[in-house]
C-alpha cells in the first residue's frame, strides 16, 4: 500500500473516532497553550488527523487520493520510501506554524484539517504539470488559472475573516509544496518555465 493511500486510512479513522469523541479532537487539535506552555509539540502534526465535519474530510482526502497518488514518487525518488510522509508532515507544521505563533497566547484559538498539507501537494503538481486539466466543482480548469485563483481567494477571505477557517494556513501550505520541491530538485523550476511559456 502506498503511503499516500496510509495516510487518507489512518486520517479517515482518526477524523470519523473523534466525530463522536470530544475527549480525542481536544487531545489532537491545534490549541496553542498546549504547545507553548505544555509542550505538547505532536499538536504541529496530530491537528491534521481531525476535521470539522464529514464534509471537510471528503473534500481533503479527495484531493489528496488524486494528488498525492502523482506526487508520491517524485519525493520517495529523492528522500526514500519515507519522502512522501517527509514532505506531507512537513507540510502539516509548515502551514500552521504561523498561525501558532500568531496565536501562542490566545487560549481561544484552535484548528484543525488537513487542508495545508493538501494545499502543499496540490500546488507542488502545478508546479510540475501547470497546465493539467483540474476540476473545480466539476469545471475543468488548466491547473496554474486554479492556483492564480486560489491564491486570490483564500487571500480576500484571509484578509476579510468572516468565517472560521484557516485559509492563512492554506496559503502557507502552497507556498511550502512549491519551495520544498524546488529546494529539493531546483531543476524542476526550469520545467515549470518550460511548460508555462511552450503554449
Given at each position: 500500500m502506498s503511503t499516500n493511500l496510509i495516510i487518507i486510512a489512518v486520517t479517515c479513522?482518526?477524523?470519523?473516532?473523534?466525530?463522536?469523541?470530544?475527549?480525542?479532537?481536544?487531545?489532537?487539535?491545534?490549541?496553542?497553550?498546549?504547545?507553548?506552555?505544555?509542550?505538547?509539540?505532536?499538536?504541529?502534526?496530530s491537528y491534521g488527523l481531525i476535521h470539522a465535519d464529514p464534509m471537510h474530510l471528503?473534500?481533503?482526502?479527495?484531493?489528496?487520493?488524486?494528488?498525492?497518488?502523482?506526487?508520491?514518487?517524485l519525493y520517495n525518488a529523492f528522500l526514500g520510501p519515507f519522502g512522501f510522509a517527509?514532505?506531507?508532515?512537513?507540510?502539516?507544521?509548515?502551514?500552521?506554524?504561523?498561525?501558532?505563533?500568531?496565536?501562542?497566547?490566545?487560549?481561544?484559538?484552535?484548528?484543525?484539517?488537513?487542508?495545508?498539507?493538501?494545499?502543499?501537494?496540490?500546488?507542488?503538481?502545478?508546479?510540475?504539470?501547470?497546465?493539467?486539466?483540474?476540476?473545480?466543482?466539476?469545471?475543468?480548469?488548466?491547473?496554474?488559472?486554479?492556483?492564480?485563483?486560489?491564491?486570490?481567494?483564500?487571500?480576500?477571505?484571509?484578509?476579510?475573516?468572516?468565517?472560521?477557517?484557516?485559509?492563512?494556513?492554506?496559503?502557507?501550505?502552497?507556498?511550502?509544496?512549491?519551495?520544498?520541491?524546488?529546494?529539493?530538485?531546483?531543476?524542476?523550476?526550469?520545467?515549470?518555465?518550460?511548460?508555462?511559456?511552450?503554449?
Amino acid at each position: 500500500m502506498s503511503t499516500n493511500l496510509i495516510i487518507i486510512a489512518v486520517t479517515c479513522i482518526v477524523s470519523i473516532m473523534a466525530f463522536g469523541n470530544s475527549r480525542l479532537l481536544q487531545d489532537l487539535i491545534l490549541w496553542p497553550p498546549a504547545i507553548s506552555r505544555d509542550k505538547q509539540y505532536y499538536r504541529l502534526v496530530s491537528y491534521g488527523l481531525i476535521h470539522a465535519d464529514p464534509m471537510h474530510l471528503f473534500f481533503n482526502m479527495f484531493t489528496l487520493y488524486f494528488f498525492g497518488r502523482v506526487m508520491e514518487p517524485l519525493y520517495n525518488a529523492f528522500l526514500g520510501p519515507f519522502g512522501f510522509a517527509l514532505f506531507y508532515a512537513g507540510g502539516l507544521v509548515a502551514s500552521i506554524l504561523p498561525t501558532y505563533l500568531r496565536n501562542r497566547g490566545n487560549s481561544r484559538y484552535r484548528s484543525l484539517g488537513a487542508s495545508g498539507a493538501v494545499s502543499a501537494t496540490l500546488f507542488a503538481f502545478i508546479l510540475l504539470q501547470p497546465w493539467a486539466q483540474i476540476l473545480v466543482l466539476v469545471i475543468p480548469m488548466p491547473a496554474i488559472l486554479f492556483a492564480i485563483l486560489y491564491v486570490v481567494y483564500e487571500y480576500y477571505l484571509e484578509r476579510r475573516g468572516v468565517d472560521n477557517v484557516n485559509h492563512n494556513a492554506h496559503l502557507w501550505g502552497a507556498a511550502y509544496g512549491v519551495l520544498f520541491t524546488i529546494l529539493m530538485e531546483p531543476r524542476v523550476l526550469g520545467v515549470f518555465f518550460s511548460q508555462l511559456f511552450a503554449r
